[in-house]
Antibody, heavy 123, light 105 residues
């Protein structure tokens, strides 16, 4: 069965960087884009960016351009999201999510999600 | 940047029909997805490409999208449907709406 298992909770100081991992299993990793979404406490979902494991193409939300990097290591079926120059506003739960494709290979939402990684930024 | 607007809350009586709107400029020209999220859980895809249900999602969930508004409809709402619902426009960017808390009372 498809699973996305994320790394554990992180506590960081302002100005630091955080790198969250997302290990995929149960499917061919390189065939499905991975996206990253975050959610601050009591707030809504915020899309951050995506990566195509087959080639490494990426795209980012304008808000995070220059501060977020999404990568993959296909040898271990793992995606990573690194966010730099952290502030208290980056305190949130970070999710990875797999893109669903239809039979004719049309993208159709995020069908599998990781369990979420809490990141706390505090001095 | 593109924005999607949802009402913060929607209420419905058990067994009745709940409609959750999501508005955005020319939203009907994009595909829309809907997600259900219960407290402490990861979101679950309930509608994709405007009106299609993933395997395992009950038939009472349906969607539509036209003009500037997409709508998630839950027919015969059950207590278990109480959750936050988020729309998402599928484009180069995958922006989410602000979310709507559905209360079944």
């Amino acid at each position: 069965q498809v699973q996305l298992v994320q790394s554990g909770a992180e506590v960081k100081k302002p100005g630091a960087s955080v790198k969250v991992s997302c290990k995929a299993s149960g499917y061919r990793f390189i065939k499905y884009d991975i996206n990253w979404v975050r959610q601050a406490a009591g707030q809504g979902l915020e899309w951050m960016g995506w990566v195509n494991p087959n080639g490494g193409d990426t795209g980012y939300a304008q808000k995070f351009q220059g501060r977020v990097t999404v990568t993959t290591d296909t040898s271990i079926s793992t995606a990573y999201m690194e966010l730099s120059s952290l502030t208290s506003e980056d305190t949130a739960v970070y999710f990875c999510a797999r893109v669903k494709y239809t039979d004719n290979w049309s993208p159709a939402g995020f069908d599998f999600w990781g369990q979420g990684t809490p990141v706390t930024v505090s001095s | 940047s593109y924005e999607l607007t949802q009402p913060p809350s929607v209420s419905v009586s058990p067994g009745q029909t709940a409609s959750i709107p999501c508005s955005g400029d020319k939203l009907g020209e994009k595909y829309v997805c809907w997600y259900q999220q219960k407290p402490g859980q990861s979101p679950v895809l309930v509608i994709y490409q405007d009106d299609k249900r993933p395997s395992g999602i009950p038939e009472r969930f349906s969607g539509s999208n036209s003009g500037n508004t997409a709508t998630l409809t839950i027919t015969g709402t059950q207590a278990m449907d109480e959750a936050d619902y988020y729309c998402q426009a599928w484009d180069i960017t995958k922006v989410f709406g602000g979310g709507s808390k559905l209360t079944v009372l």
